[in-house]
């Protein structure tokens, strides 16, 4: 998809438990669904995070944690092979115009479309979500 994200960069010490709570609440495969930190519901995903130097799991480290914000209504188009498709982003969400495989618009119930009415756009959401307010990111750097 090609739109700009907005990369939020987060810093926070700890052990190693840091990352486990991380993968217990699979923010990586996750959106906000709350309002998080100024921006609103199902706009930020955990795309990033990584440790400052190898350590054991008992000894503290600094984490960061990078975010891409996309705000509602930021939309990009599909690039490169999924261009035929016609997809479009919408934020974190796919949308489509209903169509079927012959080419043919659908109305909302998967039947042609009467001459003269407006496609119909089907809206996907890729990722599960939670509220990213149970996490504790740490202080914003950057």
């Known amino acids: 998809m090609g739109m700009d994200e907005i990369l939020l960069r987060f810093k926070r010490r ?3 438990a840091v990352v486990g709570q991380l993968v ?8 906000n ?5 100024g921006r609103e519901a199902e706009s930020c995903k955990l795309v990033q ?28 188009t599909a690039k490169g092979h999924d261009a035929w498709s016609g997809l479009w982003s919408d934020g ?25 009415r407006p496609p119909v756009v089907v809206e996907c959401s890729l990722y599960k979500t939670i509220d990213y307010n149970l996490f504790d990111f740490g202080e914003q750097i950057d």
């Open 92 to 116: 974190w969400k796919i949308k489509h115009l209903n169509i079927s495989k012959d080419g043919v618009l659908l109305d909302a119930e998967g039947n042609p479309l009467p001459d003269g």
């Open 14 to 16: 700890g052990t190693l």
């Open 24 to 31: 217990d609440l699979d923010l990586m495969n996750s959106i």
């Open 33 to 37: 669904s709350t309002e998080w930190k």
């Open 49 to 76: 995070f990584s440790q400052a130097k190898p350590v054991s799991r008992s000894e503290q480290t600094d984490f960061v944690f990078t975010v891409s914000y996309r705000p509602h209504g930021d939309a990009g």
